[in-house]
């Protein structure tokens, strides 16, 4: 399975990872090179910071909730964007996943230090993220291996769900055979 790693996949934490960082998350993967390490965001973890406070330009351009989500615990002082583009165009400002899956095909991240003008008539969605997850080569491998992540399929609406705190379970939930019973899995398997 660890061979599965893939732009544009999902990681799902698996009941098993106990780990603050990332217990019950789901990461959209980035970047990823065997010999390089891999890159992503948690999708799920909305924080309290506005994007008014932070990023206030950038407001009118966030799909809601309008507030930074926690993208992972390396660089937490740094923000990434993701943004969906409505047709193949590329604008200005906006560099595409190398992703060859169709459901983020459209999907890339946004230039910050770009006017936000030059992009707001370009994307569809945007959200985003304060820091991000990474793994050294081999990391991710061996955590997949352990049993700490299940590695998915992403579906064009998962980066922008409307509902963050649900994704986990909605995105297990759509899995085949016994992996969309961990869905139902409780907070705290021992009061079960």
Not at 3 to 32: C, K, M, Q, W
Request: with cysteine; aromatic share 8%.
């Amino acid at each position: 399975m660890a061979e599965a790693i893939y732009v544009g996949g999902l990681l799902v934490a698996t009941p098993r990872l106990e780990d603050p960082n990332f217990r019950r998350s789901v990461v959209l993967v980035l970047e990823h090179d065997r010999d390089g390490g891999t890159l992503g965001v948690v999708l799920n973890r909305p924080s309290d910071v506005s994007v008014t406070q932070v990023l206030p330009t950038w407001d009118a351009l966030v799909t809601g909730p309008s507030v930074l989500f926690q993208g992972g615990p390396v660089q937490t002082d740094s923000a990434l964007a993701l943004a969906a583009v409505p047709s193949g165009e590329e604008p200005l400002g906006w560099r595409r996943l190398a992703a060859a899956i169709p459901a983020v095909s459209r999907l890339g991240t946004v230039d910050l230090d770009a006017p936000p003008e030059i992009l707001a008539g370009e994307i569809a969605q945007m959200r985003i993220f304060a820091g991000y997850a990474g793994w050294t080569p081999g990391q991710l491998k061996a955590e997949i291996e352990e049993g700490a992540w299940y590695v998915v399929d992403a579906e064009p609406g998962d980066t922008f769900y409307a509902d963050p705190e649900s994704l986990w379970r909605a995105v297990l939930r759509r899995q085949r055979g016994e992996l969309a019973f961990v869905a139902t899995c409780p907070d705290d398997p021992n009061l079960n």
